[in-house]
Every structure is written in C-alpha cells, then in structure tokens.
Nanobody
Framework: QVQLVESGGGLVQAGESLRLSCVASGSIFSRNDMGWFRQAPGKLREFVAFILSGGTTKYADSVKGRFTISRDNAKNQVYLQMNSLKPEDTAVYYC??????WGQGTQVTVSS
C-alpha cells in the first residue's frame, strides 16, 4: 500500500524560506516519478513541480527560479525547497506519486 506523508509546512513572512519533505512507502521509490502540487482556498489544485525517476525536473512558471525539487532515493524522500516566498504561495501543499497517489497535505502560510 502506497503511503505519502508530507512535513515541513508552517507560517513564514514574505521573503523567507521553507523546505517541505515527503516520505514515501509501499513502492520502489527510485522508480517513482514524484511531484508537488498545491491548493489555495477557493482555488483548484495546481501543479508546482515534478521530478522523474531519472532526475528530470519541471516547474510551474509561478515558482521557477524560487523553488527546487529534489529527491533522496536512499531515504525514500522528495523535497521542495521554497525560497523567496510570497503571500500568493499560501496553500496546502501535496506530495504526489504518479500516477495518482497523494499525501494528506501540509499547510504553508506566507504573511506579507
């Protein structure tokens, strides 16, 4: 059974940084394509970044240059380093194992 558990969210001020972590179990992690999504209040869940099993990454335009996705296959974890945070980054952030497994989410709140 696949399980994804996110951590690292919190309340920060604009310009500060956070690092989200997601630990995965129930599959061979090194073979998994992983992603981060987010959902702000009243909005649809949106793509943030993904990292393929081979290491290729892709980012949403809104976070490009500020966020970095990475993975540690030995620890079965995927990370999202978020720098220069903005109030519009406020959302619940979800870890995704493709095709369609999701964590419970972690809240990120950025105050102005």
């Amino acid at each position: 059974q696949v399980q994804l558990v996110e951590s690292g969210g919190g309340l920060v001020q604009a310009g500060e940084s956070l690092r989200l972590s997601c630990v995965a179990s129930g599959s061979i992690f090194s073979r998994n394509d992983m992603g981060w999504f987010r959902q702000a209040p009243g909005k649809l869940r949106e793509f943030v970044a993904f990292i393929l099993s081979g290491g290729t990454t892709k980012y949403a335009d809104s976070v490009k240059g500020r966020f970095t996705i990475s993975r540690d296959n030995a620890k079965n974890q995927v990370y999202l380093q978020m720098n220069s945070l903005k109030p519009e980054d406020t959302a619940v952030y979800y870890c995704r194992k493709y095709p369609n497994y999701w964590g419970q989410g972690t809240q990120v709140t950025v105050s102005s």
